[in-house]
Nanobody, 120 residues
């Protein structure tokens, strides 16, 4: 099992920037990818960004060109740089890690979430 701790959330004005961090500990030998999901008020949880071991990154269309995901695997840490934030970026941001635990089983662990609030 992987333990994840997020930090960096808070209140930011529209157009500003914020950086989220997520540090993982535990069994990470067969890590597949890490990333971020978010859940806005009254909305379903959605994927924001993810990054694979080879640094390939995927982004939701809504954050493409504004958010940047990066990682420091030596520190088992993933970052989400949020630029030009909008009020619709408000929500709880959850970090996750997917690990292959066997040939036919993948485990996904989640952090406790960090609140991001964008004021207009």
């Amino acid at each position: 099992q992987v333990h994840l701790v997020e930090s960096g959330g808070g209140l930011v004005q529209a157009g500003g920037s914020l950086r989220l961090s997520c540090t993982a500990s535990g069994r990470l030998v067969n890590l597949i990818d890490m990333g971020w999901h978010r859940q806005g008020p009254g909305k379903e949880r959605e994927m924001v960004a993810l990054i694979f071991r080879d640094d390939t990154a995927n982004y939701a269309d809504s954050v493409m060109g504004r958010f940047i995901i990066s990682r420091d695997f030596a520190k088992n840490t993933v970052y989400l740089q949020m630029n030009s934030v909008k009020p619709e970026d408000t929500g709880v941001y959850y970090c996750y890690a997917r690990v292959s635990v066997s040939d036919d089983r993948i485990n996904t662990d989640w952090g406790q979430g960090t609140q991001v609030t964008v004021s207009s």
